[in-house]
């Protein structure tokens, strides 16, 4: 099992100033350490769960672009792109652009967004969840058509682009996709018709295999193989420094594992992440990976 390194809280000692030293030397941490991805949130206030809107909360593409010009391995995406933040045909350059400076290192991940709040706040259109989800649908395939030879137009219910041109094309082809979430009918959907990859929550063993199940269903409906789509999942990491804590996580994380899981994401919640990322890199990301 691999294990990412996810940004999710920017609210560290040292307040504003601290914030770009802190992410430079978390992202060469976990670069050198041997994660499999660095991630950052989507969204422009920070959300409930991790604290008040008014904490530090930055824009995700910017801070995957810093990270770029200082990592050399680590995969780079948002955990996840949220499909009404920008306009699709933008959003495939700006995933290009981070996959050619990256050296082939982007992936896009994508949503059909939640967080209203923000939306409302900085005048941002947010339509119903049927309506995202259309837009979802229509911004993957645009994506699609612009990491390919075709640069006609597209002619959608929500989109129409013109000429979808794309110059240069990314390095690895099309960076691959993954879906958050776990809704039954859509989201599993759109994930078997375009993704390489889903995200979900650690939400019992009982209840993957039951998610799993409906994605090959979808995946049997839309013509795709369900074993090409990587389980992926987010959790809260131990503290490190117990040994009882580290040994009971890796047995959870195992039995995920043995459900076809082969990455987990990990955010470092702490007021400094720069000691929490090296424990993980140093302690769980070698025992992760010998699960699978």
Not at 131 to 154: K, N, V
Not at 162 to 182: D, E, F, H, Y
Not at 249 to 264: H, I, P, R, S
Request: aromatic share 8%; net charge negative.
């Amino acid at each position: 099992m691999k294990t990412a390194c996810s940004l999710a809280n920017f609210t560290w000692e040292g307040g504003t100033a601290a914030i770009g030293p802190k992410i430079a030397e978390v992202a060469q941490i976990a670069d050198e350490a041997g994660f499999s991805s660095l991630t950052a949130m989507d969204h422009w206030f920070q959300i409930e769960i991790a604290g008040p809107p008014e904490n530090a909360m930055l824009e995700g593409y910017s801070v995957l672009a810093f990270a770029a010009g200082l990592t050399k391995r680590i995969n780079l995406q948002l955990l996840v792109t949220g499909v009404t933040y920008r306009h699709p045909g933008l959003l495939a350059k700006t995933v290009t652009t981070l996959d050619v400076l990256s050296g082939g290192r982007a992936t896009l991940g994508i949503g059909a967004a939640w967080f209203e709040e923000e939306h409302v706040a900085l005048g941002v259109p947010y339509p119903s969840t049927a309506e995202r989800f259309e837009r979802l649908d229509e911004t993957l395939a645009i994506y699609d058509q612009m990491c390919s030879d075709d640069e006609g137009p597209f002619e959608g219910k929500h989109y129409q682009l013109a000429r979808t041109l794309n110059s240069p094309q990314p390095l690895s082809g099309r960076p691959p996709v993954m879906i958050g979430g776990m809704g039954p009918n859509k989201t599993l959907r759109l994930a078997a018709r375009y993704a390489q990859a889903v995200n979900w929550f650690p939400i019992g063993t009982g209840a993957f295999q039951g998610l799993k199940a409906t994605l090959a269903k979808h995946c049997e409906t839309e013509g795709t193989d369900v074993d090409s789509i990587r389980l992926t999942m987010m959790a809260m990491h131990p503290d490190c420094s117990d040994p009882t804590a580290v040994d009971e996580f890796v047995a959870q994380m195992a039995e995920y594992a043995a459900l076809g899981v082969d990455e987990v994401f990990l955010s470092p919640s702490t007021a400094d992440p720069v000691p929490t990322v090296h424990a993980i890199g140093e302690i769980l990301v070698p025992r992760l990976a010998e699960l699978g």
